[in-house]
Nanobody, 116 residues
Framework: VQLQASGGGLVQAGGSLRLSCVAS????????MGWFRQAPGKERELLLS????????VYTDSVKGRFTISRDNAKSTVYLQMNSLKPEDTAVYYC??????????WGQGTQVTVSS
């Protein structure tokens, strides 16, 4: 299974973007899917995750109230809606999928750049 992330780009501070992550197999049904990001010189951090049933968790305080994760199981797709973007949100964003024992699958990453 391959994960294909898309939707990144250049946006001004205060703007919005929606990232998508599609699995190559429509029957792919992981326990959870998540979004990570990695800024230059920093470690990759887990932002949000969502279970198969749609229960989501936010792990990073800086995105609470601004980023939302959603999932369309029928389309094997997970989304990351990012609002009120800030320059410090600039990073490469990765999607990942888990069968419950760690993050087993990774997307290729999509660049998000927020200008001030």
């Amino acid at each position: 299974v391959q994960l294909q992330a898309s939707g990144g780009g250049l946006v001004q501070a205060g703007g919005s973007l929606r990232l998508s992550c599609v699995a190559s197999e429509r029957t792919f049904s992981p326990t959870a899917m998540g979004w990570f990001r990695q800024a230059p010189g920093k470690e990759r951090e887990l932002l949000l995750s969502i279970t198969k049933s749609g229960s989501s968790t936010v792990y990073t305080d800086s995105v609470k109230g601004r980023f939302t994760i959603s999932r369309d199981n029928a389309k094997s797709t997970v989304y990351l809606q990012m609002n009120s973007l800030k320059p410090e949100d600039t990073a490469v964003y990765y999607c990942a999928a888990s069968h419950g024992n760690g993050w087993n699958y990774w997307g290729q990453g999509t660049q998000v750049t927020v200008s001030s």
